[in-house]
């Protein structure tokens, strides 16, 4: 593993820390790959009670990394579908794990870090973080988290930023239900803490019984729907504004549509 750290304690509490503070934690192809396959190789190992989802650096994770999305803007539309896929699969291993996930949300993330956010089973964060589904000012659309921002937020509160990439602190994020606790940084370790111990008491094969059934009662986030998100990105991928918007970004100018 080379863009992740993942460590586990005498009491069976693994620390899965994204590791690449240089790039703010951003998602690599390669660190994609090395979360899902953490997530399946944790979720597997009877050792393991508890995973805690943090990262290194001031970055919890800030989306996307920026080579990953040069790549997108010249390759084929079965090619974007390809990597959106490898995304969605890291998210939903990390959603079906049957341990609790307990986000260490240790300072600001916006796009598929609020996605990690949101496959949580609870997440905890510093007040004075920044988020943000920052998608939209790029002429794309937060479409492979899009099933987990809006069964983490509901619809009602997702509508209020998921489609206006608006910028919003630890305080709003827990009014939208995407952070349970927004604490001083040095209460963040005490705050998780207390999520972590309740579990130790538990029975562990309960616990993976008891978060199944929340998965099977509420919405499924199954082929479906995860081929849906899919289309939608390569089709926002397709369209005039999605060139336009990351070449603006990369060019360090504003795009045609905040011209005037």
């Known amino acids: 593993m080379e863009t992740i750290d993942i460590s586990v304690d005498g009491r069976g509490v693994a620390v899965l820390m994204l590791d690449r503070p240089e790039k703010h934690n951003a998602l690599s192809a390669q660190m994609i790959a090395e979360v899902t396959e953490a ?18 650096g001031k970055s919890f994770c800030a989306g996307g990394d920026l080579g990953w999305m040069k790549e997108q ?20 291993a990390l959603d079906r794990m049957p341990k609790p996930l307990i986000g260490r949300v240790q300072g600001q993330a916006f796009g598929g870090g609020i996605g990690m956010m949101s496959v949580c089973d609870v997440a905890v964060g510093i007040e004075g973080a920044k988020f943000g589904l920052t998608e939209t000012r790029l002429g794309l659309i937060p479409a492979t988290i899009g099933p987990y921002v809006v069964a983490r937020m509901g619809a009602a509160r997702a509508r209020r930023v998921f489609m206006s990439a608006r ?13 349970a606790r927004a604490v001083a940084p040095d209460d963040l370790d005490a705050a998780v ?15 993976a019984r008891a978060k199944a059934l ?32 990351v070449a603006a970004f990369f060019e360090k100018r504003k795009p045609r549509w905040q011209e005037g």
Do not use: H, N, Q
């Not at 972590?196 to 309960?206: F, K, Q, S, T, V």
């Open 193 to 207: 803490e207390a999520e972590i111990e309740p579990y130790l008491a538990c029975a562990p094969g309960a616990v």
């Open 73 to 92: 803007m010249g390759a084929d539309a079965a090619t974007r579908a390809a990597e959106a896929r490898k995304l969605a699969e890291m998210l939903g």
């Open 214 to 245: 929340v998965a099977k009662l509420e919405p499924r986030v199954d082929d479906a729907v995860v081929a849906l998100t899919i289309d939608a990105l390569v089709d926002a991928w397709e369209s005039e504004e999605a060139p336009e918007g």
């Open 39 to 56: 997530a399946e190789r944790l979720g597997r190992d009877p050792a393991v009670r508890v995973v805690v989802l943090t990262g290194s």
């Open 167 to 179: 910028i919003f602190e630890a305080d709003e994020a827990v009014t939208l239900g995407l952070l």
